[in-house]
């Protein structure tokens, strides 16, 4: 648990750093809130692509723990080359860049989570959740903090350097994650046909090949087993079963690749089902989406809001680092009482309190602003942990990475939305920036509220049509 934590907390801190720092250096490089806030957007955006997907093949990987450590090296390289391109390349072509970088995002959140069962037992789990959110309450600290000391200091593009190297760093701990138990790499819940407990590869149990109750197959006349006169099993006259050129057994060609996108696409249809399918988990989800693109349209406006509020717009990535102290704080009250409160309440009263928050931050003054970033903190810590809450208890065991990426991704990509279209709001007006967040996490409530719950569902399906 302490090798998780520490690599949560080194990749998490890298990817909070990363979005403050992109930021920071597009309005350095690029001279425009809406240029920075396109870059950021690019980078968060296509994660709702790459979720899914990443999610079925840690689902299917038989040491998850590698494609997560393949994914950070490969998002920490697409950061340098972001970085890159704001000096050499089109601005255009520098977004690209950031698109595709992006696709990897949800393995720093969903994708380590998912991981968790497997590192404790199930009766610590609801504590194990609690640190966990609080990894992101702590990178959330860290992350910003450092972007704007590093950007003050050596510079923006600096600060993308650190965010990077952070990420890099939880290399190790990301390849030591557990493996999946019992479980051979393209083998389903169920389905193991290579490593059945008392079953041999293609017998039934109770059962064996080759002899079955009352007839003796192997003391027929003229007969070897499992062959018939004049014919072995595996070889048919003018047919090398075993021996067909370029070509392997069982393996036609041109199917293998067509089989193997069929069944990923399975498996996605499977995970959104899942999702949809199951009121909790679906009315959190939603929540949480429209939560993060409040949060997004707030991240678009701290460079215009610590300049003008606090002084300088590096400064303005410091009041992340303040939300983040609160949230680490009720996360870790939360830990001590992990099942004090409902999650499902926990979701949408903390989008409440953001709400409350956000309306407060649209006065620009610096006191009140500081409060309000910490009463900010002290809803969304708590709301995250809550949501990783539902997660691992609506989530199946089989299809629990791709819930959790996926979850994220959709978030990432919400948190995208929002920054995309606060950055030309603020340019017009900061407060209405501001005002239309705080609207945005309100609307939040409204979700979670309009989604029936299970129990409510099941009365409907039970009343019928003509109730």
Same mark, same amino acid.
């Given at each position: 648990?302490?090798?998780?934590?520490?690599?949560?907390?080194?990749?998490?801190?890298?990817?909070?750093?990363? +979005?403050?720092a992109?930021?920071?250096? &597009?309005?350095?490089?690029?001279?425009?809130?809406?240029?920075?806030?396109?870059?950021?957007?690019?980078?968060?955006?296509?994660?709702?692509? +790459?979720?899914?997907?990443? &999610?079925?093949?840690?689902?299917?990987?038989?040491?998850?723990?590698?494609?997560?450590?393949?994914?950070?090296?490969?998002?920490?390289?697409?950061?340098?080359?972001?970085?890159?391109?704001?000096?050499r390349?089109?601005?255009?072509?520098?977004?690209?860049?950031?698109?595709?970088?992006?696709?990897? /995002?949800?393995?720093?959140?969903?994708?380590?989570?998912?991981?968790?069962?497997?590192?404790?037992?199930?009766?610590?789990?609801?504590?194990?959740?609690?640190?966990?959110?609080m990894?992101?309450?702590?990178?959330?600290?860290?992350?910003?903090?450092?972007?704007?000391?590093?950007?003050?200091?050596?510079?923006?593009?600096?600060?993308?350097?650190?965010?990077?190297?952070?990420?890099?760093?939880?290399?190790?701990?990301?390849?030591?994650?557990?493996?999946?138990?019992?479980?051979?790499?393209?083998?389903?819940?169920?389905?193991d046909?290579?490593?059945?407990?008392?079953?041999?590869?293609?017998?039934?149990?109770?059962?064996?090949?080759?002899a079955?109750?009352?007839?003796?197959?192997?003391?027929?006349?003229?007969?070897?087993?499992?062959?018939?006169?004049g014919?072995?099993?595996?070889?048919?006259p /003018?047919?090398a079963?075993?021996?067909?050129? +370029?070509?392997?057994?069982?393996?036609?060609?041109?199917?293998?690749?067509?089989?193997?996108?069929?069944?990923?696409?399975?498996?996605?249809?499977?995970?959104?089902?899942?999702?949809?399918?199951?009121?909790?988990?679906?009315?959190?989800?939603?929540?949480?989406?429209?939560?993060?693109?409040?949060?997004?349209?707030?991240?678009?406006?701290l460079?215009?809001?610590?300049?003008?509020?606090?002084?300088?717009?590096?400064?303005?990535?410091?009041?992340?680092?303040?939300?983040?102290?609160?949230?680490?704080?009720?996360?870790?009250?939360?830990?001590?009482?992990?099942?004090?409160?409902?999650?499902?309440?926990?979701?949408?009263?903390?989008?409440?309190?953001?709400?409350?928050?956000?309306?407060?931050?649209?006065?620009?003054?610096?006191?009140?602003?500081v409060?309000?970033?910490?009463?900010?903190?002290?809803?969304?810590?708590?709301?995250l942990?809550?949501?990783?809450?539902?997660?691992?208890?609506?989530?199946?065991?089989?299809?629990?990475?791709?819930?959790?990426?996926?979850?994220?991704?959709?978030?990432?990509?919400?948190?995208?939305?929002?920054?995309?279209?606060?950055?030309?709001a603020?340019?017009?007006?900061?407060?209405?920036?501001?005002?239309?967040?705080?609207?945005?996490?309100?609307?939040?409530?409204?979700?979670?509220?309009?989604?029936?719950?299970?129990?409510?569902?099941?009365?409907? +399906?039970?009343?019928?049509?003509?109730?």
């Open positions: 648990m302490g090798s998780y934590l520490a690599g949560a907390v080194a990749a998490r801190a890298g990817d909070e750093m990363s +979005g403050p992109l930021m920071l250096a &597009g309005f350095a490089l690029a001279g425009s809130t809406a240029d920075a806030s396109s870059l950021l957007a690019g980078v968060t955006v296509s994660a709702a692509a +790459g979720g899914p997907v990443l &999610g079925v093949l840690l689902d299917r990987a038989r040491r998850p723990g590698r494609l997560v450590a393949a994914a950070l090296v490969l998002y920490a390289t697409g950061l340098g080359l972001i970085l890159v391109g704001l000096d390349l089109p601005f255009a072509a520098t977004v690209l860049i950031a698109v595709v970088t992006g696709l990897l /995002g949800p393995a720093l959140s969903g994708g380590w989570t998912a991981q968790l069962p497997r590192v404790v037992p199930g009766d610590r789990l609801p504590r194990a959740n609690a640190l966990d959110a990894t992101f309450s702590a990178a959330s600290l860290a992350g910003p903090a450092l972007a704007g000391v590093v950007a003050e200091a050596l510079g923006a593009p600096s600060a993308v350097v650190v965010s990077a190297a952070l990420i890099v760093s939880a290399l190790p701990a990301a390849w030591l994650l557990p493996a999946r138990p019992g479980r051979t790499r393209d083998a389903r819940p169920g389905r046909g290579d490593a059945r407990p008392g079953r041999t590869q293609g017998a039934r149990p109770g059962r064996t090949r080759d079955r109750p009352g007839r003796a197959r192997d003391a027929r006349p003229g007969r070897t087993q499992g062959a018939r006169p014919r072995t099993r595996d070889a048919r /003018g047919r079963r075993d021996a067909r050129p +370029g070509r392997t057994q069982g393996a036609r060609p041109g199917r293998t690749w067509d089989a193997r996108a069929a069944s990923v696409i399975g498996d996605l249809a499977a995970g959104t089902r899942v999702i949809v399918g199951r009121p909790p988990l679906a009315r959190a989800t939603l929540t949480s989406i429209v939560t993060c693109v409040a949060q997004g349209m707030l991240t678009a406006c460079p215009l809001l610590g300049e003008r509020a606090l002084g300088g717009s590096g400064r303005g990535a410091v009041l992340l680092s303040c939300a983040a102290i609160s949230a680490l704080v009720a996360n870790a009250v939360l830990a001590r009482f992990p099942r004090s409160v409902a999650p499902d309440t926990v979701v949408w009263a903390g989008a409440l309190v953001q709400a409350a928050a956000l309306a407060l931050c649209a006065s620009g003054r610096p006191a009140v602003l409060v309000a970033v910490l009463i900010l903190g002290a809803g969304e810590g708590p709301q942990a809550a949501l990783f809450a539902v997660r691992h208890r609506e989530a199946p065991e089989h299809l629990r990475g791709q819930i959790f990426t996926t979850g994220a991704s959709l978030k990432i990509t919400g948190f995208a939305l929002g920054a995309a279209v606060a950055g030309p603020a340019n017009w007006s900061l407060p209405g920036a501001l005002a239309l967040a705080a609207t945005v996490a309100a609307l939040a409530v409204l979700v979670f509220l309009a989604v029936p719950s299970a129990k409510a569902a099941s009365s409907a +399906g039970r009343a019928g049509p003509h109730s």
